[in-house]
Structure formats: C-alpha cells, structure tokens
C-alpha cells in the first residue's frame, strides 16, 4: 500500500531548492538505506561521518528493501539522520554520545489504526 503515491514528488523539489540555495555546500541523497555511521572524531568540534550505505529502490509491503546494490562507503562533514528514534539509535551504534542515547532512548511509541479516507463532504463536518 502507498499512503502517498506522490511524495517522492515533493523531496525531489525540496532537494533541488536546498542544494540550488546551498551554492554547492549542502548535498542531499535520498535513495539509500543507511547500514551503519561512524564518527571520525570523539571531539564535538572536529567533524567527520563515515557512512556505509545501499543504493535502493525503496521498500516492498513488508518493508524489506527492493533490489539492494552494493555496499558503498562515504565521508560527509555533517550527516542529518531522517529515521525515527530507535532505528537513529541503531545507526549510531556505540558512537552515540551520551545525550544521544538518553534522548533517543526515551521516545515512547503509541501503535494505533489510522483510517485515511477523501470524502469531502464528510471532512467539512
């Protein structure tokens, strides 16, 4: 099922603004799956992320990722984890710091069933 058939519509448009507005110092990669991070460097003012990753071409039903490439290594100054707690938790590994753990760590998580539905007339009620 795809909530949102379109979506990937609009982080191509996002991409393109941020790394056109950046001049070049800001880029932005979608289309992966993350597998492990590590930083070069304990200290907070030295930067340096190496991060191990799969091309992809998305997730499956079962979330399982379709067609994996090759494992590829990068270095990045700075690296913005987009994923939810637990799985930013696991990408950090032992390199997560202190706070990192306390604050990641912590996020309660409430399953429900979210009914989505495009009935107009029963929205305006």
Not at 5 to 11: A, E, G, I
Not at 31 to 39: A, C, D, P, S
Not at 80 to 107: F, Y
Request: overall charge neutral; aromatic content about 8%.
């Amino acid at each position: 099922m795809r909530a949102f058939p379109r979506l990937s519509d609009l982080y191509t448009a996002w991409k393109e603004k941020v790394e056109k507005d950046s001049q070049g110092s800001v880029r932005i990669v979608n289309g992966r799956e993350v597998t492990r991070v590590q930083r070069l460097s304990s200290s907070k003012k030295i930067g340096g992320v190496r991060a191990w990753s799969l091309q992809t071409q998305g997730t499956n039903n079962e979330q399982r990722v379709v067609e994996p490439g090759e494992e590829m290594e990068e270095t990045f100054d700075e690296l913005v984890i987009c994923t939810d707690a637990d799985a930013a938790l696991t990408l950090l590994g032992k390199d997560a710091r202190w706070l990192e753990r306390r604050i990641l760590g912590n996020v309660k998580y409430l399953w429900d069933v979210t009914v989505t539905h495009n009935d107009l007339h029963y929205m305006e009620k």
